[in-house]
């Protein structure tokens, strides 16, 4: 975003120059008006401090570190934002105060384009969604649920918690893995430290000795030899592997199938299941709430529950839903969804309270979550001492087994 060089009159009459960051001039003329200051004249310059000069290879570093966008960041904004709303501020008015008070350039920015894509009839739903590497596919579909039902600032209320929720979850679930991928990490290296390094030696010294080498140690000598001799073809063929699956994951039926073996991994699964479910119970109460029917809520869902097998089954429920069979039969044969969650509306259904019981659920896999995250670290513990020993007690077999020979036969020999 360029820099504009200002000269302006402040409200006491004073003379004062500077300059302001803006996507264009008109833009820098409203961000002084919106200080107070009456400007005089307003010109682009290259740089912050002065007219010019480009900016070397530290200076373009700084800028793409400081327009990295956190997540604190998301939050921060839409607390403001909702704060605002409450106050009954217009939203372009509240996008304007929000564009001077952030700090963050490429956010900045974008709160920019947001206003003026409203300023041209844009939807807020719309333009939030014209910039998806800062607001998610759950962030833009909530506001458009929030815009469909009229509960801007209650939606925006649970955005930021689930937001800040989710935040949280994946800071947890990354620190309960940190010590885990370091372990495997190391084991890796000694796996190839020992097969490519260690193991040969040992070799050459038994096949001097005539001794017949077991089946531990045949196996690490098939692995270096296909290490040694194939090795540009082992690299061509992950690097291949590497390509070809990311492009499948980019289609959808690969984001599907994905998504589905992520809910299937142990330990792992399971957390993704109960965010899941604790996602469609906050989300699916607050529709629920403003009125929207299941039919709209369930397409509103599908582009919100950050899952794309679990929301597969959100578009072939539709189809049953139109057929008035009602929601928690249909969803008794969906695997993705838990037993509870169908109990749950099932009872909501039976008693019209169906709002009530969402939100229940919703706290419910909330805590659920938390505690399959704090119990991660505990059930991976074991599992990493039982695959490092494995490891290591492999290796043993393969090195000691022909030293014990070896000793025998020198033992037998000095007899």
């Known amino acids: 975003m360029p820099?504009?060089?200002?000269?302006?009159?402040?409200?006491?009459?004073?003379?004062?120059?500077?300059?302001?960051?803006?996507?264009?001039?008109?833009?820098?003329?409203?961000?002084?008006?919106?200080?107070?200051?009456?400007?005089?004249?307003?010109?682009?310059?290259?740089?912050?401090?002065?007219?010019?000069?480009?900016?070397?290879l530290l200076g373009q570093l700084g800028d793409s570190m400081r327009k990295k966008v956190k997540p604190q960041d998301i939050i921060l904004f839409t607390k403001q934002l909702k704060t605002m709303l409450n106050a009954g501020i217009p939203v372009l008015q509240s996008l304007e105060v929000l564009r001077d008070q952030t700090e963050n350039p490429r956010l900045k920015e974008a709160i920019v384009s947001i206003g003026e894509d409203i300023k041209s009839g844009a939807t807020l739903s719309r333009a939030f969604a014209k910039h998806e590497d800062l607001f998610s596919d759950l962030y833009c579909n909530m506001i458009r649920a929030g815009e469909v039902s009229g509960t801007l600032t209650d939606v925006l209320e649970r955005l930021i918690y689930i937001v800040d929720h989710e935040f949280k979850v994946k800071k947890d679930i990354m620190s309960a893995l940190t010590y885990p991928i370091v372990v495997v990490v190391a084991l890796v290296v000694a796996f190839f430290v020992l097969i490519l390094f260690v193991l040969p030696h040992f070799v050459e010294m038994f096949s001097k000795a005539g001794i017949e080498l077991p089946l531990p140690t045949r196996i690490c000598l098939g692995i270096y030899a296909l290490l040694t001799s194939y090795w540009h073809a082992l690299l061509a063929a992950l690097i291949g592997a590497f390509f070809a699956l990311t492009a499948y994951c980019r289609t959808e039926q690969g984001k599907i199938v994905r998504d589905g073996f992520f809910l299937k991994i142990p330990i792992l699964g399971p957390v993704f299941q109960k965010a899941a479910m604790a996602r469609f119970a906050s989300i699916f109460?607050?529709?629920?709430?403003?009125?929207?029917?299941?039919?709209?809520?369930?397409?509103?869902?599908?582009?919100?529950?950050?899952?794309?097998?679990?929301?597969?089954?959100?578009?072939?429920?539709?189809?049953?839903?139109?057929?008035?069979?009602?929601?928690?039969?249909?969803?008794?044969?969906?695997?993705?969804?838990?037993?509870?969650?169908?109990?749950?509306?099932s009872i909501g259904e039976e008693t019209g309270n169906m709002e009530e019981m969402l939100r229940e659920a919703a706290k419910h896999y909330d805590y659920e979550v938390e505690y399959a995250v704090s119990k991660m670290s505990e059930l991976l513990g074991p599992i990493l001492v039982a695959g490092l020993t494995g490891v290591v007690g492999f290796f043993a077999l393969a090195i000691f087994l022909p030293l014990v020979e070896l000793m025998q036969n020198a033992m037998k020999g000095g007899m």
């Not at 001039?25 to 000069?53: H, N, W």
């Not at 009602?326 to 749950?344: A, E, I, K």
């Open 3 to 56: 820099f504009y060089k200002y000269t302006a009159i402040t409200s006491t009459g004073g003379d004062t120059k500077g300059t302001v960051e803006a996507l264009n001039l008109e833009v820098a003329q409203d961000t002084l008006a919106a200080r107070g200051l009456m400007p005089t004249s307003v010109a682009e310059t290259r740089a912050p401090g002065g007219e010019g000069g480009g900016k070397g």
């Open 285 to 345: 109460a607050i529709l629920q709430a403003s009125g929207i029917t299941v039919l709209e809520a369930m397409d509103i869902l599908a582009g919100t529950i950050g899952n794309n097998a679990i929301a597969r089954d959100f578009r072939n429920l539709r189809v049953k839903l139109e057929q008035g069979r009602g929601l928690s039969g249909p969803l008794r044969g969906t695997p993705t969804f838990t037993p509870m969650m169908v109990s749950m509306i």
